[in-house]
């Protein structure tokens, strides 16, 4: 059973940090792409952040270049995004995903995890 585990949202004032974690499980994670998505209210949900399956390539949506931070640990099946300077834009709820291409294609998502930046 393949689960994606987010954690980590909560209220933060603008200015503070917040670390996501995505707890993966049910499939090969270090054969995985991952990325952080967001969703604002009434928007679309928006890539933030990205990472191949090695870390060897690493993108950030523009918005967040210089504050937002994706790391993945292979051994504890886990990518993070340490996120600083948080704005009250960054508002969103927060989607972890696991995609893999090829043959043995997948597409996988998290639940979710809230951030609102907000004094």
């Known amino acids: 059973q393949v689960q994606l585990v987010e954690s980590g949202g909560g209220l933060v004032q603008p200015g503070g940090s917040l670390r996501l974690s995505c707890a993966a499980s049910g499939f090969t994670f270090s054969s995985a792409a991952m990325s952080w998505y967001r969703q604002a209210p009434g928007k679309e949900r928006d890539l933030v952040a990205f990472?191949?399956?090695?870390?060897?390539?690493?993108h950030y949506t523009d918005s967040v270049k210089g504050r937002f931070t994706i790391s993945r640990d292979n051994t504890k099946n886990t990518v993070y995004l340490q996120m600083n300077s948080l704005k009250p834009e960054d508002t969103a709820v927060y989607y972890c995903n696991a995609k893999r291409s090829g043959a043995n294609r997948y597409d996988y998502w998290g639940q979710g995890t809230q951030v609102t930046v907000s004094s």
């Open positions: 990472t191949t399956a090695t870390g060897s390539i690493i």
